[in-house]
Nanobody, 116 residues
C-alpha cells in the first residue's frame, strides 16, 4: 500500500499550488480520501475530505473558498488545489485514505511553505 504526495514547494503569499496524492495497493474507490496538514508545534488538522465516489466534500472553515479537493478513481489520484495561500498555510500536507473502521492509510506528506 502506498500513498505518495507530490506538488509541494515554496510559494509566495497569494499564490497557488496543486497537491497530488497517488494511491496504490488497495481498492481506491472504496476509500474516503482526505488531506491533513501539520505545522511545526501544532496538531495535525483536517484540511479537506472527499467521499469515495467524489460526490461529497468537506472543508475546514479556514479552507473554504480557497481549497478544492477532487479525485479521479480511474487514476487512483486525489488532488488538492490551493489558492490565496498565506503563511499560515505553511505545513506538511498529508494524504489519508480510510474505509470506515476497516482500514486506514497515511502518506509521508509534502512540504508547503508560503513565504515572500
Amino acid at each position: 500500500v502506498q500513498l505518495v504526495e507530490s506538488g509541494g514547494g515554496l510559494v509566495q503569499p497569494g499564490g497557488s499550488l496543486r497537491l497530488s496524492c497517488a494511491a496504490s495497493g488497495f481498492t481506491f474507490s472504496n476509500y474516503v480520501m482526505s488531506w491533513y496538514r501539520q505545522a511545526p508545534g501544532k496538531e495535525r488538522e483536517l484540511v479537506a475530505r472527499i467521499s469515495s465516489a467524489g460526490g461529497n466534500t468537506y472543508y475546514a472553515d479556514s479552507m473554504k473558498g480557497r481549497f478544492t479537493i477532487s479525485r479521479d478513481n480511474a487514476k487512483n489520484t486525489v488532488l488538492l488545489r490551493m489558492n490565496s495561500l498565506t503563511p499560515e498555510d505553511t505545513a506538511v500536507y498529508i494524504c489519508n485514505a480510510r474505509w470506515g473502521a476497516r482500514s486506514e492509510y497515511w502518506g509521508q506528506g509534502t512540504q508547503v511553505t508560503v513565504s515572500s
